[in-house]
């Protein structure tokens, strides 16, 4: 797939601004409510999956369930998840709060509070979607990997435009995101931890596998966040043909400056002098140069006048 490329785009920072948690989950607008809040056995939710059986895009970090299943210990199920009843059946499927119901399985809980609603399988998708985008800062790759989860489920007509809009972000932050395509492992890490600047992302996929490994083993032992003008400085070093190497990056970026040559005398003279002929002032001093100079001028006019 071809992406668009000299994107002037925004901070991944201002993601933020627009993807705030909002009241309501964008698409549930349109659903059938059949309970605001009711109480369900556990064991009949089951995990979100697409029409093809694709999982909802969204890691959950364990560490994240492990802070929530303290609280609910601590102050009980604040919020109910949203799901939805599947057809024909006393089963429902997990569209919102992933976090809270694992945190809840963690914790032997047997019941789960519910808002339970009826919808299409697209809405269902776009309810998945909507609820991960606003969470407080989705990361990059977390972007990069729900525009492709929304295209292949049911965005084949819609632009990069058209999603951003739906996923609350600009269109020039989700071109950068999809722009990850292009990146190895690595650096899409590097990227997420915030170590690589989205800014740079269109920079360095000109690089080849071996050169982002190369640039990856860079940033993780400098612990150095990867501007966009240091990573052009890292493309021009790959553009001269110069051996793509940690040392030869750190080198390109911090070129050793040539030390002046420390004078030793304070008279230019005398330095041309000593620099002509070293050895034979290694041992003098400034001093001791001005009594030659006087002696030798002194015998000098002494046998002329």
Do not use: W
Not at 144 to 155: Q, R
Not at 158 to 171: E, H, P, R
Not at 179 to 204: F, K, Q, Y
Not at 278 to 303: C, G, H, I, M, W
């Amino acid at each position: 797939m071809k992406y668009l490329k000299g994107c002037d785009c925004m901070k991944f920072e201002n993601i933020t601004k627009n993807t705030a948690r909002k009241s309501e989950i964008k698409g549930l607008e349109n659903a059938t409510i059949i309970a605001e809040r009711q109480v369900l056995p556990i064991n009949d939710i089951t995990a979100f999956t697409d029409a093809d059986g694709n999982p909802q895009p969204f890691k959950v970090e364990q560490a994240d369930v492990d802070v929530l299943a303290e609280s609910i210990k601590k102050y009980g199920q604040l919020t109910p998840v949203t799901v939805r009843k599947l057809n024909g059946k006393k089963k429902y499927q997990l569209l919102s709060g992933h976090k809270r119901y694992f945190a809840l399985l963690q914790n032997g809980e047997k019941t789960i509070d519910a808002k339970i609603i009826d919808c299409s399988d697209e809405k269902a998708v776009e309810i998945v979607t909507n609820a991960n985008i606003q969470r407080d800062k989705p990361k990059p790759s977390e972007l990069n990997a729900l525009y492709h989860y929304y295209k292949n489920s049911i965005g084949e007509d819609q632009s990069v435009t058209d999603l951003s809009t739906m996923f609350g972000v600009s269109a020039k932050t989700l071109y950068r995101c999809i722009h990850l395509d292009n990146l190895i492992n690595e650096l899409v890490e590097l990227v997420d931890n915030e170590m690589v600047s989205t800014m740079a992302i269109e920079i360095i996929d000109e690089l080849d596998g071996t050169q982002q490994k190369v640039l990856a083993d860079f940033v993780t032992i400098e612990e150095k966040l990867l501007t966009p003008s240091t990573a052009k400085k890292i493309i021009k070093m790959a553009d001269e043909d110069i051996e793509f190497t940690v040392e030869n990056i750190k080198e390109y970026l911090s070129p050793k400056k040539s030390k002046k040559e420390k004078k030793k005398y304070s008279y230019d003279f005398f330095n041309s002098l000593a620099s002509e002929n070293p050895d034979r002032y290694e041992s003098l001093n400034e001093q001791e140069l001005n009594d030659l100079v006087k002696t030798l001028l002194d015998n000098y006019f002494a046998s002329t006048f």
